[in-house]
């Protein structure tokens, strides 16, 4: 597996626990044991992994936030900002890890 597929991955991996997340303490059809996410956050969860799919700028940039270029429709781009807006902050109490390693890269990425 080459570098640009594990960044994808990875950045694949952040967006679906931040979604996971977001969905766990906001909706009732969550499924604790199984973490099964009710289906419209499945449906943010499937489109964000098809658009990191996709992505062409993947080499040059380290999160979708950070790229010139948007590619998500209008109504799943407000519906992930709600989620990175609810979820961002609370990624350090359920997901230290990931939530600094994505802190440090977006700095990085800030700066240049």
């Known amino acids: 597996m080459d570098l640009i597929e ?8 952040v967006v679906e626990e931040m979604i996971r997340l ?3 303490k906001n909706h009732k059809e969550y499924d604790k044991t199984t973490g ?4 419209s ?3 943010l969860s499937d489109y964000a992994r098809l658009r ?9 940039k380290t999160f979708c936030a950070n790229c010139k270029v948007h590619c998500y429709k209008p109504e799943m ?6 989620v990175m807006r ?3 902050p609370r990624m ?14 977006s700095k990085k990425e800030s700066k240049k």
Do not use: N
Request: with cysteine; charged share 35%.
């Open 92 to 105: 350090l109490l359920y997901h230290p890890a990931l939530a600094v390693w994505h802190l440090i890269c």
């Open 77 to 82: 781009r407000e519906k992930i900002r709600k």
């Open 52 to 60: 990191s799919q996709k992505c062409p700028f993947m080499e040059e």
């Open 22 to 24: 977001y969905c766990r």
């Open 6 to 13: 594990k960044k994808r991955q990875k950045e694949q991996r």
């Open 36 to 39: 099964k996410m009710c289906p």
């Open 86 to 88: 609810f979820s961002g």
């Open 41 to 43: 956050c499945q449906e």
